[in-house]
């Protein structure tokens, strides 16, 4: 004979169960602490090692001319008409 709690498949069943089959789906449950204990300290090991090897920064060629041509573009509708009036 299967038992009750061996039907229920979905949670919305355990809503509407009676007290006693609802706890022991409860308890059926994964410990699901434990697992967010263990991702979030592989997650903060993982961005410790990306910290430590990640290379400094540094000002590439192509992000030098964008800067310069966004300086260029922004200080231009200003610039230009004071020069041309």
């Known amino acids: 004979m299967v038992g009750v709690a061996d039907e229920i498949v979905s949670p919305e069943l355990v809503l509407v169960s009676p007290p006693d089959v609802a706890a022991q789906a409860r308890e059926a449950l994964p ?45 231009a509708p200003l610039v230009l008409p004071i020069l041309f009036r």
């Open 31 to 75: 410990d699901y602490e434990l697992e967010w204990e263990l991702l979030v300290a592989r997650l903060r090991a993982e961005a410790a090692a990306a910290v430590e090897s990640e290379p400094p920064a540094r000002l590439t060629f192509g992000a030098a001319v964008f800067t310069l041509a966004a300086a260029v573009t922004s200080a």
